[in-house]
């Protein structure tokens, strides 16, 4: 990272660049102190990260409760994957805007068409990862808790939901990825704040700092939320890593 932000400030330090395409370090931090400062069309910078930030993490939360029960079921029986595997694999490969129209037609412009867009678009990656994760699980294993007088249900709880924990949260790691990356398609319609709506209207005035600016700032969080998932891996499956 050292050595991006070297270049980067040896290339615009240099005129090598128009600086209304590549913006200097100087001139994005004088950005973020303008912002931070008076705010950006009315709404400080705070309330457009927690914008962005709570309509990603409502999403995320309703995409996990849903998509890992659905998943598991899935992977553990077929007939429910016969189900519920087309209809994901479906909508899956669709770019987010394809079907965001018809999102907005159904639950209006407001909050609710852009969670209902992150939801779909984190759902599809968890529900992958938990059907992959059942059907990796070893037949010996579930053969082993059988011996020993366990009950399907009792094999789920003690062999199938500890074995596929690595790869859930694989799945809510990739799933939190994918949402950010949809987030600004989320906020191309009909909003007035949040980070992406900011890069979005910032790009029309040419305001290349803010909008690297957004951007450094969405790099973050994300980082940030990434680290968050995994501590939280760490203290539920320490054994990861090291079968």
Known sequence: MLVVLVLWQVVTAGGLV????????QAVWRAFL???QNGYKNRSLLQHIGTSLGRL???FVLAAL???PLGLASGYSSRVRAVLE???EFYRPLPPLAYYTVLVLWLGIENKSKVALLLLACFAPIYVACVAAVLRIRQDDMNCAYAVGASRAQAF???IFPS?????LTGLRTALGVGYTT???AEMVAATSGLGWMVLDASRLLRSDIVFLGILIMGLTGVLLDRGLRLVEKLLVPWKGKE
């Open 18 to 25: 128009d600086p209304k395409l590549i913006p200097s370090p």
């Open 34 to 36: 303008d912002i931070a």
């Open 57 to 59: 993490l409502v999403a």
């Open 66 to 68: 849903l998509a890992v």
């Open 86 to 88: 087309p209809l994901v």
């Open 157 to 159: 709880v003690h062999v």
């Open 164 to 168: 596929c924990l690595p790869d859930i």
């Open 183 to 185: 987030l600004v398609s």
